[in-house]
């Protein structure tokens, strides 16, 4: 099943990703026993994919960012590791800011650099 579906704004760097890649994320940063309750495309941003994701057990809210090198232009390559790098340095001295659950700038779970976080 492909999320984007019902996404009501897309621009062209917008990725085509399934469920089961989103479920790969998850489960790779809280484990196995995770249970997705909801997944909703972010209809805010312009060059990476955003989406909303609720879990239960545990109960959380989470911000997942993409970003597919094969579609951005190439003045926003590495979105991803600035965005890691300063929640890092901004958590460093104090400043509140999202909690990083799970950060892949190798592109190893599913093809893609991507940052979870809390919302």
Do not use: W
């Not at 469920?19 to 990476?48: L, P, Q, R």
């Not at 809210?61 to 300063?86: T, V």
């Amino acid at each position: 099943m492909n999320i984007n579906v019902n996404r009501q704004f897309m621009s062209s760097s917008q990725e085509n990703i399934l469920i089961k890649d989103i479920e790969s994320i998850i489960k790779n940063a809280m484990g196995e026993g995770v249970v997705i309750e909801s997944i909703e495309t972010s209809k805010y941003g312009d060059v990476n994919s955003s989406y909303i994701i609720s879990t239960i057990n545990p109960i959380r809210k989470l911000f997942l960012k993409m970003e597919n090198h094969d579609l951005i232009p190439q003045f926003y390559l590495g979105q991803i590791e600035r965005e890691h790098a300063s929640i890092k340095l901004l958590k460093k001295h104090g400043f509140p800011c999202p909690t990083v659950i799970n950060c892949d700038t190798t592109k190893t779970i599913i093809g893609k650099k991507y940052i979870l976080t809390e919302t």
